[in-house]
Each structure stands twice: as C-alpha cells, then as structure tokens.
C-alpha cells in the first residue's frame, strides 16, 4: 500500500503547511483594518519602549487581537465538529445544524433579544453583552440533549435515528422561532437578521476567556476521535469487530461537537458553510484518514475564517459585512468549482 | 455595563495608565460641549438626527453618517458607519469622531464599550412620537455642538407648529376623522401594516387622522378580512425610488382593499418615507402636507 503511506505522510506534512498558513492569516487580521493603526509601528514603539497612541491600543488590543483569536477558534471548532460529524453519520452532508445545534442556538438568541426588554433592569445591567450569547448556548445544548436522548435506546445510539430526530426538531425549533419573530418589532427583527448572519464583531476578551478553553477542550477530545471515526466510516458492525468501544465513541463525539459548536455559534453568530466544506476540501486534498483530517480541519477552519472577517470588516469599510455572507459568497462557488473538477473523486 | 477589559494583559499598567489618561481627556476636552467649533468631528447615527446636525447648519462638523441618514441629500456623500444596531468599533474609530450623536439603540453594546474606551463622547438622543420629543431632540443635538441658543430657537418654532397642528387635530370631531391605513409593504399581496405605537401611528393623529387599526402594536401582517373590516378611508403609502414604490393601481386592486372606501375612491397618499415618519425638523410640515392631503387646504 505504498500509495495509501504516501497518502497519510502528505496528510502530515500539510499540519506544518497549514499551521504556517494559519499564521500568516493571524498577521494579516492583525495588520488590516478600517483605521490607520499599525501593527508593525505599535510593535516598533513596544521594542524602542515608545508608549503606543492610545486609540491604536485599543484598535489593537481590544478589537483586532479579539477578533482574530475568535476566527481561530470559531473556525476550527465549525470545521472539525464539520469533520467529526461527517464521519459519525458516515453523510457528506452534515454539519453542525444536523444534530439541532444551530436552530437551538438560534432559537435561544431569538428568545433573549425578544424577551431581553421583559427582564428586571438590574438583572439586564448584570448579564449585558452576556445574555445572547449564554441563551444560545443554552439553547444548542439543550436540543443536542433532547435529541440525544431520542436517538438512545437501551445504551445504544442509533445515528440514522438521530439524523431523522434532527430534521424534526430542527423543523420544530424554527416554527417555534417564528411565533417570537412574529411577536418582535422592526429592532428586534433587524438585530435578529444580524445575529443569523454572523459577526466577529462582537469579541471582547470576557467572551474569549469563556468560549476559548471550551472550544480548546472539546477539540482536544474530538482529536482523539480519528481512529474511532476511521473504523466508522466501514461500518458500524465492522467497526465493533475491529474493537472499537462504539458507544463510548458516540457519546464524546456528540458532547465535543455540541460544546465547541455550541461555543462558537454563541459568540459569533450563525456562520455557515465552514462546518460543511472545509472537511471535504481537506478530503479532496490529503484523503480520508480521521487522524490528521480533523487537526488539518482545526488549521484550515481558523485560517479561512481570519480570512472571511478580513473581508468583511475591510470591504465597506467603516461599516461592515456580516461575516455569514461572507463565507457562502465567497467559499460557495469555490467550492462547486473543486467539485467540478474532481467529479467522482468525493465517495465519501 | 461598562468593564473594563484591559486588565487582562501583563502589560496592563502602562496601558491602563494611557487609557485612563484618554478617558479623563474624553470627559473634560469634549470641545463640542463647551463651545462652537469648527474642525469636523462628529459622527451622526439615525436619519433624524443627521436632519438635525443640517437644520442647525452644523453640517461642516460631520465626518461620517449611518445607513439611516439619507437626507437631506448632501449628507449621502458623507462615508457611512453602517446600520445604527451593527456599528463596527474600527470602522467608527477610522473616522475619528470626538463625537458621536445618536439615536436610541445604536450598538452593539460591544462596540459602544470601545468606544467609550477609547474616550469617545456619545450623546444619545430619544426617540419620541410627539412634539416634544422633537423639541428634546433637536435641544440635545444643539447643547452637544455648542449651538444651544440657535436649536432652542428652532425646537420652539417646530413645537409650535406640531402643538397647533395637534390643536386642530383634536378640534376634530371624531366623526369627521378619516380612518387612515399605514400599509409598510404588499409582499406577496398580503399587507404589512401599522398599528398602534409606531411613528406612522402618531403622524396620522397629529394630521387628524384616525388610525384604522388598533388591535396590535407595530407593523404586522393582517389577514385580508381584518383589513377589509377595518374599513380605511385613506391608504398611506411610503413613497420611495425605483420597482419597490406601491402604485396607487396595484393597491386599489388587492381583494383586501377593494370592498374598502379608499379602495372604490382610489385614495391613496404617497409620501416620503423618511421625511413622513422621521420625527425630526420636517415633521411640522409633514403634518400639514398630510392633513392638507387628507382633508384639503
């Protein structure tokens, strides 16, 4: 099997490419941007023990440096629970919004930019920017909870049931978001329309300090998961016969993805595509071994999103694209056009 | 609301230090407050607003607009900041405003944290559907560009107009109000239209109008029955540029509005939308072109 050897060392070797590629993307956020603060003076005047302008420190500090250590880890988190999913229903077409995840999340921002105004003053004082954010979380989890238990029966989680459920509740959670749209006034609509489309505008490192160890433990775990989701992709039966503890398997798949997606989703917003292409670009490119897929995932996901919010925050500037756009505009027919020209090599 | 968020770094003292520095520049050195000024320093947020900066002539003191100021027409070639509720912190600090001039809910809450942060001062102005809302409006907009004798004057004159205008309307008996229908839009031949609370509500008042539904607040989808029951003798109509201007044909042809008086006699107002529901300097006179529209000279 040389060429399959030579097929996981180029998979390897991409981890040291992509990591540069991922650095790069970070230096870049950090650099561009509306206002004229520059990195690389900001840098010189640190090194020469000059103080910085004030309102460079704070475009760098508190708006640049946030956002682009959000798009690390909303991207990676989006692309490997992308990954990780993928395998678990052995279906090229999921992503995170399968289990629930997102139409629970959104569910839950929906409820607390509507109902926001109804809560006690001081209690809104006290949640402030917190409150979407933890009511989307609140929200993923409890669908991937519900939907779990669903799928469950007797210890065993069946996956097509699960995929089905997911449908179902995802239909449920967005009729139950349209009754509190209906309610919502033209704000509550706008700023709705906003969240749904995405933004790493929002990152503040209060938000980090809690989304960023989350996301950072879940992916830790999910990395764990390739030679379970290698053994998968053979089958289920297969796969118990190869020794793998199948349901343990099943339970830390589903509790990373819904912890690192639910994260992500909380902070910045609904950001789409990313879950679903960046796996299979990857695919395409390196094969299909778990292994180093979902660490490649990690790199790519977090650099092609550092990249979206470059465009997005640059390209009408000052004011500023939701970031949602951004991906599907651009990532969308890249996409159809890597699938075109490798028909018949995505058999997934 | 406010936190301070800068302490997480191990450089924090020296940048602390700047920050505070900033601050206290930003609380004492807001030359807006304390006098007229010339050099262009202000940013204004909401169409109201920006109409105001104008009224006052202060217009020579604005850098940049949002999406909502579309008038008057000079002020579209200011570089706009976005939609007022999705402002980016760097696109606001790229066109270094010392000021910025607001209507209610600009956000999000994030990016007024840096703002303020970075020592930036933000008046905010309420967002009221009455005469004296405008009064406080225009007075507030005038205290924070140092033009409070000339935005007293102005705001006296508007609440004059506004408070006779609401004389005459209330003079009405309630027989002779005409019932008015705000429709937002027909998407899809199903009508979104005003309720109670909203802006076209209040100006329908003040020309002495009576709005014809009142069953829910807001701009809502009604069926075609409710529509029809509520029987308008007018449909008020925002008028705006290109394919998304309703025309007084296609209205008056809908199911819903056809059994309706203003549907057998085609009437229907068309007006500006900004310039209808704004609440700002031309609110006096968009009272009386709508009453005139309403009930003749």
């Known amino acids: 099997m040389p060429a ?36 690389w003076s900001a840098l010189r005047n640190i090194a020469t023990g000059t103080p910085v302008a004030a309102t460079d420190a704070i475009v760098l500090w508190e708006i640049r440096l946030p956002r682009t250590v959000m798009g690390l880890i909303v991207g990676a988190a989006l692309a490997v629970s992308g990954a990780v999913l993928q395998g678990l229903f052995r279906n090229p077409l999921a992503d ?7 139409a629970g999340a959104s569910l839950g921002a929906i409820a607390a930019i509507i109902f926001a105004s109804a809560l006690p003053v001081a ?39 699960m995929l089905l459920a997911g449908i179902a509740l995802t239909a449920l959670t967005m009729a139950l978001s349209g009754i509190m749209i209906y309610a919502a006034d033209d704000q509550q609509l706008r700023s709705l329309t906003f969240w749904q489309m995405g933004s790493l505008g929002g990152a503040t490192w209060p938000k980090l300090a809690i989304a960023g160890p989350l996301i950072a433990v879940a992916l ?116 159809l056009w890597i699938l075109l020209r490798s028909r018949g090599v995505l058999d997934l | 609301m406010h936190r301070q968020t800068i302490t997480r770094t191990p450089r924090a003292t ?71 509720r999705a402002l980016s912190a760097e696109g606001v600090l790229s066109v270094a405003p010392n000021l910025v001039l607001s209507e209610e809910g600009a956000g999000p809450p994030e990016t007024i944290d840096v703002l303020n942060a970075a020592g930036i001062a933000i008046v905010t102005v309420p967002d009221r559907y009455d005469a004296e809302g405008i009064g406080l409006k225009i007075r507030k907009v005038g205290a924070a560009l140092g033009v409070a004798d000339k935005a007293d004057r102005l705001a006296s004159r508007i609440e004059t107009d506004l ?42 008042g003040l020309a002495g109008g009576k709005n014809a539904v009142t069953g829910f607040e807001g701009y809502k989808r009604m069926t075609d029955e409710a529509v029809t029951t509520a029987a308008p003798d007018v449909i008020l109509v925002m008028d705006r540029e290109g394919n998304h201007a309703i025309t007084a044909e296609s209205l008056s042809t809908l199911p819903a509005i056809r059994p309706t008086p203003a549907g057998r006699n085609g009437a229907v107002i068309r007006m500006n939308g900004l310039y209808l529901l704004g609440f700002g300097p031309r609110t006096a006179k968009a009272v009386a072109d709508l009453s005139t529209a309403l009930y003749g000279s």
């Open chain 1, 123 to 161: 209690i809104q004082a006290q949640v402030g920017t917190f409150l979407v954010p933890l009511a989307a979380f609140l929200g993923s989890w409890v669908s991937v909870v519900l939907l779990y238990s669903v799928a469950t029966h007797r210890g065993r989680t069946s996956v097509a049931t």
């Open chain 2, 163 to 204: 408070n006779e205008a609401a004389r005459k309307s209330d003079a009405r008996a309630d027989a002779d109000r005409k019932r008015v229908l705000f429709v937002l839009s027909t998407e899809g031949g199903s009508i979104l239209a005003s309720g109670t609370g909203t802006a076209a509500h209040a100006i329908i």
């Open chain 1, 220 to 335: 830790a775990l999910a990395f764990t998961l390739g030679r379970a989701l290698n053994a998968l992709a053979l089958g289920e039966a297969t796969a118990m016969h190869l020794g793998i503890p199948l349901q343990r398997a099943k339970n830390l798949a589903v509790v990373t993805v819904a912890a690192a997606t639910g994260a992500a989703v909380a902070v910045s917003g609904g950001i789409g595509f990313i879950g679903i292409v960046i796996p299979h670009l990857l695919r395409l490119a390196t094969g299909p071994d778990h292994g180093p897929l979902l660490i490649n995932s990690a790199l790519l996901g977090g650099a092609l999103l550092i990249w979206a919010d470059v465009v997005a925050r640059l390209i009408i500037a000052p004011a500023e694209l939701p970031i949602g756009i951004v991906t599907a505009v651009m990532g969308a027919p890249v996409f």
């Open chain 2, 14 to 84: 020296p940048l602390r230090a700047l920050l505070a520095a900033t601050l206290s520049l930003g609380l004492f050195g807001t030359a807006a407050q304390s006098g007229e000024s010339t050099s262009a320093d202000v940013l204004s947020i909401g169409g109201s607003v920006t109409e105001i900066v104008y009224a006052l002539d202060q217009e020579h003191r604005l850098v940049a607009r949002d999406t909502t100021s579309t008038y008057p027409p000079e002020a579209t070639t200011l570089p706009d900041v976005g939609y007022m």
């Open chain 1, 96 to 102: 995170p919004g399968i289990v629930g995840v997102s």
């Open chain 1, 4 to 39: 399959h050897a030579d097929r996981r060392a180029i998979a390897r070797r991409a981890h040291l490419w992509l990591a540069l590629f991922l650095a790069i993307s970070c230096i870049a956020s950090l650099a561009a941007g509306a206002s004229g603060a520059s990195i």
